[in-house]
């Protein structure tokens, strides 16, 4: 967890919110699936098994959501680099 602590760490000197997003991952269950566009908030915690928790919106909907299953919509933006490059850690760890 240590790990995923300096992750966090990491993103939340890069990262500027709120941002548009995509869930990038087909889900097993849950309101949220590929496809869909979400406004990712703030970092929210780290948990050991889902990794960084973000604070996200779909509409007037707010969820709490693995960053892991998202892309930064915005290719050009500051953030898009730093959470590609989290996403491809945390699914090779």
Known sequence: IAVL??????LMVKLSFPFDAEVSEHQESGDLQAGDKV???HLRMVDERCGIIVALRQG?????FPLCYLEVL???STNYQPVQDYCVWFANR
């Open 39 to 41: 406004s990712v908030q």
């Open 74 to 76: 915005n290719k050009k």
């Open 60 to 64: 007037r909907e707010t969820y709490q």
């Open 5 to 10: 602590e300096a992750w966090e760490q990491y």
